[in-house]
């Protein structure tokens, strides 16, 4: 069976900190696809990052970078000079159907940036 | 563009009464999904449909009815539900596309209300 954990529930950060936001996975798989999805208080899931199992390099855009370790199951979420526009709710989640299907998410940490 | 369309925004209705939601993608999608989501939990797939015909149904009772009448259109239809069905239910859509490039892409939800 396939697993996400989140283990940070609530994080909050004053404007310009960085953050990180950790996500931990379970799979047998060996081919399996990792995203970063955000949810803003308006409610609709924006995609931000889908990494392949055979792809470890890690990635950067803009002030968000994505470190994969595949020896410690890890997907780490590191947003930097945060800004109060990224107050929202960030879900890792896992999938080990090629061609689409069911999302594994995990349970969300919620993003306080206050000014 | 990503834009996947949802109405309506908000629904709220008795237990009795029957609704339909409506999602629509223009983004050339082969696979479109229903998802609910609780308040402070991350969303649960609920069905799957792909080249218009379902794919996956995740055990979702009977009193929700999805709908595919073409690639770019979903309904869910709503039949005698009951208040705990209170959620966000979002949709989202895909290229289903093999070799793990698929990335769901998703809708601003519909809130819906039972009383």
């Known amino acids: 069976a396939q697993k996400v954990t989140q283990a940070q529930t609530e994080i909050s950060v004053v404007e310009k900190e960085d953050v990180t936001l950790d996500c931990v996975y379970e799979?047998?798989?060996?081919?399996?696809?990792l995203f970063w999805y955000k949810q803003p208080p308006s409610g609709e899931l924006v995609f931000l990052i889908r990494r392949n199992s055979f792809d470890e390099q890690n990635e950067i855009s803009g002030r968000y970078s994505w470190n994969f370790q595949k020896s410690t199951s890890s997907f780490n979420f590191t947003i930097t000079a945060s800004q109060v526009v990224d107050s929202a709710v960030y879900f890792c989640?896992?999938?080990?159907?090629?061609?689409?299907?069911?999302?594994?998410f995990g349970q969300g940490t919620e993003l306080s940036v206050k000014p | 563009d990503t834009e996947v369309t949802q109405t309506p925004k908000h629904l709220v209705m008795g237990m009795t009464n029957k609704k339909s939601l409506k999602c629509e993608q223009h983004m050339g999608h082969r696979a479109m999904y229903w998802y609910k989501q609780k308040a402070k939990k991350p969303p649960e797939l609920m069905f799957v449909?792909?080249?218009?015909?379902?794919?996956i149904n995740e055990s979702v009772p009977s009193r929700f009815s999805p709908e595919c009448p073409n690639s770019s259109l979903l309904n869910l239809h709503l039949h005698a539900l009951q208040p705990e069905d209170s959620a966000l239910y979002l949709c989202a859509s895909s290229h289903w596309t093999s070799g793990g490039k698929d990335t769901q892409y998703f809708g601003p939800g519909t809130r819906l209300t039972v009383l």
């Open positions: 799979t047998r798989d060996t081919t399996y696809y």
């Open positions: 989640a896992l999938s080990v159907n090629p061609q689409g299907g069911k999302l594994i």
């Open positions: 449909y792909s080249y218009e015909k379902l794919s």
